[in-house]
């Protein structure tokens, strides 16, 4: 069990890594070459009954994953698509000022909470606008509803794709992380953190992607 994480589990052998499995609830995503596969990945599936499972191309958890030849993709273009806009009504719309009534809240959480998920998985980009909208939620006006809306509609039209390329070796590989803050920059006087962690390999470079357009190479 990996000790910053109890839902990731890592095998090795002779002292080199062979297989990973990470797990949600009753979902689990396993990595590893075959020996992996036929010690522990076969004898789970005698131990327990696996309902379905998928290779290469599959969603994982909301997550879109694909297999290439050169590494892998995740996207939530699917999951995005699944997100459905607060109805305002014109007379409403006008109210920009009022607060929100109870069940625009109830709306308005579930709402900020998807986006969140993908915001944490796949959507760096729209981080900072979802933590706004998020700690506005105690004092959250029509106002907020219609940006949060306007936020649905660009997660929607603009796709966004992580590309992980395929490594022969993470021996030779390191992780550099970049960290910045900006004090008080939220609407209740909150600070606002981030960071990004690029993996890196031995030459220095940080690991590009394909150049597919519209694609985040990590």
Excluded at 17 to 38: H, M, P, Q, R, S
Excluded at 107 to 124: D, E, I, K, S
């Amino acid at each position: 069990m990996c000790s910053l994480d109890n839902s990731l589990f890592i095998w090795k052998r002779n002292g080199k890594l062979e297989g990973l499995i990470c797990i949600y609830v009753d979902d689990f995503l396993w990595a590893g070459n075959a020996t992996f596969k036929k010690c522990v990945i076969d004898e789970l599936q005698k131990q327990f009954l696996i309902g379905s499972s998928a290779s290469e191309s599959f969603t994982y958890v909301g997550l879109r994953i694909k297999s290439f030849s050169d590494g892998i993709t995740i996207d939530q273009t699917q999951y995005a698509s699944s997100l459905v806009l607060v109805t305002i009504s014109s007379a409403r719309n006008m109210q920009r000022k009022s607060q929100l009534s109870e069940s625009e809240k109830t709306a308005y959480r579930a709402l900020v909470g998807q986006l969140n998920w993908m915001a944490t998985h796949t959507r760096p980009d729209i981080a900072y606008d979802t933590c706004e909208l998020s700690v506005a939620f105690s004092k959250a006006t029509v106002t907020e509803l219609v940006r949060l809306n306007k936020l649905v509609k660009r997660v929607k039209n603009e796709s966004l794709q992580l590309f992980f390329p395929r490594l022969h070796s993470f021996e030779t590989c390191s992780l550099e992380c970049y960290t910045d803050a900006a004090f008080a920059n939220l609407p209740n006087g909150g600070s606002q953190g981030g960071l990004i962690i690029f993996l890196k390999d031995d030459s220095g470079k940080n690991v590009q992607s394909s150049g597919n357009p519209g694609d985040l190479s990590v």
